[in-house]
């Protein structure tokens, strides 16, 4: 199937490091995202990998691995602001986005 | 301010109705879709259109209809309202001719059918 997986919900301390996983399907890859949605606003875009690697970017670092099917999004110095789901998606071979249900991030201080 | 915008934010409708969810870009974005957002599932595409004058069926595209008589506007209609369709539309845009073809996302719009 077309399915993206990542886990419903995770919890993190102010000022620790987080990763949160995302696994795809692999056939009709087209590059990967990460949208950061804060409760009750639209999902605002934090990155786009399409090769290998880790691409990092401030705090937030997004990893792919193509072959595997897997993403992370690495998010560092945690702050309260950082609750919020985080959306991975696929982009398929129509260059249509295929997404997650999210993860929830709950930031304690 | 450029950027996307939705109308109305949020509206309360009678099964049966007619309802039209408003979508403006001030981007030149040539690409828009509509997706509806659901609690537990991901983002589903509505419909969508690559350019003016063209439009496509996205994964859950039955009781909507959509037009894209310029590159500025992409309304979507719900011809007759159901239950089933309370949810939380969003609208977005892309330049779909640039490497990551990231989307940028109205505010939504949320519709409750009773």
């Known amino acids: 199937g077309q399915n993206i997986d990542q886990p419903t919900e995770m919890t993190a301390t102010e000022g620790a490091i987080v990763q949160i996983n995302c696994t795809y399907q692999t056939s009709g890859f087209n590059g990967l995202f990460w949208y950061q949605q804060h409760a009750g606003e639209a999902p605002t875009f934090l990155s786009y990998?399409?090769l290998d690697g880790l691409e990092e970017k401030g705090r937030f670092s997004s990893f792919l691995s193509r072959s595997k099917g897997y993403s992370y999004l690495l998010l560092k110095e945690l702050q309260m602001k950082d609750s919020a789901s985080y959306l991975c998606?696929?982009?398929?071979?129509?260059?249509?986005?295929?997404w997650g249900a999210g993860t929830k991030l709950i930031i304690k201080p | 301010i450029a950027g996307i915008t939705q109308a109305p934010t949020s509206q309360i409708l009678a099964a049966g109705r007619r309802m039209t969810l408003r979508c403006t870009q001030d981007?030149?974005?040539?690409?828009m879709y509509w997706y509806r957002q659901d609690l537990g599932l991901g983002l589903r595409l509505i419909h969508y259109?690559?350019?003016?004058?063209?439009?496509g069926k996205g994964e859950v595209p039955d009781g909507y209809s959509v037009s894209r008589a310029n590159t500025d506007d992409f309304p979507l209609t719900l011809a007759s309202a159901v239950p089933s369709q309370t949810s939380v539309y969003f609208c977005?845009?892309?330049?779909?001719?640039?490497?990551?073809?990231?989307?940028?996302f109205g505010e939504g719009s949320r519709l409750t059918v009773l």
């Open positions: 977005a845009s892309s330049h779909s001719t640039s490497g990551s073809r990231e989307l940028f």
């Open positions: 990998n399409v």
């Open positions: 259109s690559n350019t003016a004058g063209t439009t």
């Open positions: 998606a696929r982009m398929d071979s129509n260059y249509q986005l295929i």
């Open positions: 981007m030149r974005h040539n690409a």
